[in-house]
């Protein structure tokens, strides 16, 4: 069994409620497996509290739990999670932050910076993955069908509407749009909480089809079942139909499950979620999502730390939620945590390098 792990939710983000029912199912499925396991909330304001790993979420509501203890984050070796002057003896982190600085690789850097191993892809791949441009240049270029993504505000699209506008980083389909128009697009940059960084836009695909498949990559790469969600419309599968439905969270939304397939059409899923895993460097367990539309099926995006952390999806393979979250975590704690290196830095260039007057010309 691997070293005493800490589940850490929640975030500033606006991912931050759905986190907080992932991190708390994690909590519960590690607890009533055996495992003793410490519970890290992240308020949306940035402050660490330890919880009782036995919350629920109505206890979330209103902000910080009762009797949470506040913790201290030192991002540098030797570092980690403090309660007052005590370090905690966490082996390695299980993250459940959806979005934001929780799945873009800001908390990844902090943890590297301390060096505590976690799950998800390291830090690097973790911005890979939340830049819906870059992700989508990288599929295209590998040569899998990729649906024509442009920046909005750079050069007009040269592809007609209508399209569907994203926030260039985020996920769960917040903040995205269905428009006619590219000036309706670029009105968005100005009018929406979530294009700060940016938006893209890509073909709106009427009667396309979403197919989704979780992938894991211990012990061995392996792929779930395929799901096809179940719009309300034909527009997009978006954040009320995947959270809010019945007691809410990705597992009470209507979908399909498994998918109804023709064999070489999830045949042709399961090779290009392999693929994807190589080229993102993918780890742990995250989602890939499809589109399905007259005949060809598309790459879309990658969730790399998906909502249940893709629980619901392991029915076949059957495994169980506390199987797939110890191996997640015996994964990362085969590994050394993320090392640096100053080879090269001997002071040459320091003792060579004359006056800083005399390089300001």
């Given amino acids: 069994m691997s070293p005493r792990p800490a589940v850490v939710f929640g975030g500033p983000s606006p991912e931050h409620d759905i986190s907080i029912l992932t991190g708390l199912q994690a909590a519960r499925a590690l607890t009533t497996?055996?495992?003793?396991?410490?519970?890290?909330?992240?308020?949306?304001?940035?402050?660490?509290?330890?919880?009782?790993?036995?919350?629920?979420?109505?206890?979330?509501?209103?902000?910080?739990?009762?009797?949470?203890?506040?913790?201290?984050?030192?991002?540098e070796p030797g570092g980690g999670f403090f309660n007052k002057k005590k370090r905690l003896d966490i082996g390695a982190v299980l993250n459940a932050c959806h979005g934001g600085p929780g799945e873009d690789g800001t908390v990844q850097g902090m943890f590297d910076l301390a060096g505590l191993r976690y799950t998800g892809?390291?830090?690097?791949?973790?911005?890979?993955?939340?830049?819906?441009?870059?992700?989508?240049?990288?599929?295209?270029?590998?040569?899998?069908?990729?649906?024509?993504?442009?920046?909005?505000?750079?050069?007009?699209?040269?592809?007609?509407?209508?399209?569907?506008?994203?926030?260039?980083?985020?996920?769960s389909s917040i903040g995205i749009s269905v428009v006619d128009d590219y000036e309706t697009a670029l009105a968005l940059l100005n009018t929406s909480p979530h294009m700060g960084k940016g938006a893209v836009v890509e073909p709106f695909l009427a009667g396309s089809q979403d197919l989704n498949i979780a992938v894991r990559t211990y012990p061995t790469v392996q792929t779930s079942a395929i799901e096809a969600p179940l719009r309300e419309s034909d527009q997009i599968y978006d954040y009320a139909q995947k959270y809010l439905e019945g007691d809410g969270g990705m597992d009470a939304a209507k979908r399909e499950l498994p998918a109804n397939l023709p064999a070489e059409d999830a045949a042709l899923i399961r090779r290009m979620a392999a693929q994807v895993v190589a080229l993102a460097r993918l780890r742990s367990v995250a989602r890939i999502d499809f589109l399905a539309h007259d005949g060809v099926i598309y790459v879309n995006e990658v969730n790399t730390i998906p909502g249940s952390l893709a629980g619901y999806l392991w029915i076949d393979p059957p495994i169980s939620r506390a199987q797939l979250l110890g191996d997640m975590l015996d994964e990362i704690a085969a590994l050394p945590p993320t090392?640096?290196?100053?080879?090269?830095?001997?002071?040459?260039?320091?003792?060579?390098?004359?006056?800083?007057?005399?390089?300001?010309?």
């Fill in 33 to 75: 497996s055996g495992r003793d396991v410490d519970v890290i909330y992240w308020t949306k304001t940035g402050q660490w509290f330890l919880v009782d790993p036995d919350s629920e979420a109505t206890h979330f509501s209103q902000g910080v739990p009762a009797k949470a203890k506040a913790l201290r984050f030192e991002a």
């Fill in 339 to 361: 090392q640096y290196t100053t080879a090269g830095a001997d002071g040459t260039a320091l003792r060579s390098a004359g006056t800083i007057a005399s390089k300001l010309g």
């Fill in 121 to 171: 892809p390291d830090s690097s791949a973790s911005a890979l993955g939340m830049d819906k441009l870059a992700f989508g240049g990288l599929t295209a270029a590998a040569g899998l069908p990729t649906l024509a993504r442009v920046l909005v505000g750079g050069p007009p699209p040269s592809f007609d509407g209508p399209y569907i506008v994203k926030p260039r980083y985020g996920g």
